[in-house]
């Protein structure tokens, strides 16, 4: 197979390939999942990262990562990736953030033992 | 070979979520990428809690109202196909999203499938959120070139002489399948043939089925 299809066809554009049975997996959200989904729409609706920009944005993470990271983890990573493509964020601030999130985690736990 | 990857994640059980869980990596940047947004005075925190409604209000039975209507009311079958989001929107079901929507008749000649074989574009504001298998690999990659085979491992035959039709969503265009309406329910109310039209009916993968209750 030559390396053109990988310029015709990128991860995500899957219709019509070979794979496995169907199983019928579901499963409830997690309360995580639901706020990124919500996250999601409203970001849509403030024409900050649109539905298609989103589909590209998972694209982009490259066929490792959407295989080993889960629909929501593909989904919020790529937000942070479109936000500091678009200068609304920096990795620096998300990753101070980050911090603080799991500082106060931590000290809520403190209190509550 | 099978797509053994992460997309599998539902298949190991998830641990009980408790207060004091220790939130995951992606669950943690979910949470600063949100706050740090509200802080900027992109959106409101309450917007966030608002659409969290708006989704735990959406299920299928938003759908399977709109289905048992248009097999009630041949005019407004006739206003469904025309143009699908009018006519939800006439029963009160509201779009919160840009999304067109396209009803697909099934009849005895034409059965509809629907997909997303790019990702998982799906009717929300009508169906709410879609199922595990389909936004997963097996789903998306073949039923737009082996439906039939597909179809059988939902356990649905599909005569050869029947054609079927694969519609595939976009970002801004989805699908909802009109399913046939099964014999024998000339009698039923609007509301009792709603209560037999299910998810998978509206995405095509199973036809509705009507087993009259023995008295």
């Known amino acids: ?113 | 070979m099978t797509d053994h990857g992460h997309d599998h994640d539902h298949d190991h059980p998830h641990e009980a979520i408790t207060a004091d869980e220790r939130p995951g990596y992606y669950e943690i940047m979910e949470t600063a990428v949100r706050e740090l947004l509200v802080e900027r005075k992109l959106f409101g925190a309450d917007e966030i809690r608002r659409q969290i409604e708006v989704l735990d209000s959406r299920t299928p039975t938003l759908g399977a109202k709109v289905v048992a209507r248009a097999w009630m009311d041949p005019a407004y079958k006739e206003r469904l196909l025309e143009n699908g989001r009018t006519a939800c929107e006439e029963l009160g079901i509201t779009f919160y999203d840009d999304t067109q929507l396209i009803v697909l008749e099934n009849t005895a000649d034409v059965h509809n499938l629907i997909v997303c074989t790019l990702c998982s574009c799906y009717p929300r504001p009508v169906l709410g959120l879609p199922p595990d298998w389909y936004k997963l690999k097996p789903y998306r990659a073949r039923a737009v070139h082996e439906p039939r085979a597909v179809l059988e491992e939902f356990g649905t035959h599909i005569p050869d002489d029947v054609e079927i039709r694969v519609s595939d969503s976009t970002a801004v265009i989805r699908y909802l399948v009109l399913p046939l309406r099964p014999a024998g329910t000339e009698a039923l109310s609007e509301d009792e043939l709603a209560d037999l039209v299910t998810r998978d009916a509206m995405i095509g993968v199973i036809p509705v089925s009507y087993e009259k209750e023995a008295a």
């Open chain 1, 1 to 113: 197979m030559g390396s053109e299809l990988l310029v015709k066809k990128l991860p995500n554009d899957i219709g019509g390939e070979s794979a496995g049975k169907i199983e019928r997996v579901e499963h409830e959200l997690l309360p995580w999942e639901k706020r990124c989904h919500a996250l999601a729409d409203v970001l849509d609706f403030h024409k900050i990262i649109n539905t298609e920009e989103k589909r590209r944005g998972v694209e982009a993470l490259g066929s490792e990562m959407v295989g080993k990271l889960t629909y929501y983890e593909r989904w919020i990573a790529a937000f942070a990736n479109i936000l500091f493509q678009k200068g609304i964020l920096t990795p620096g601030e998300l990753a101070v953030k980050m911090e603080e999130v799991e500082r106060r985690w931590l000290a809520s736990q403190q209190s509550a033992s």
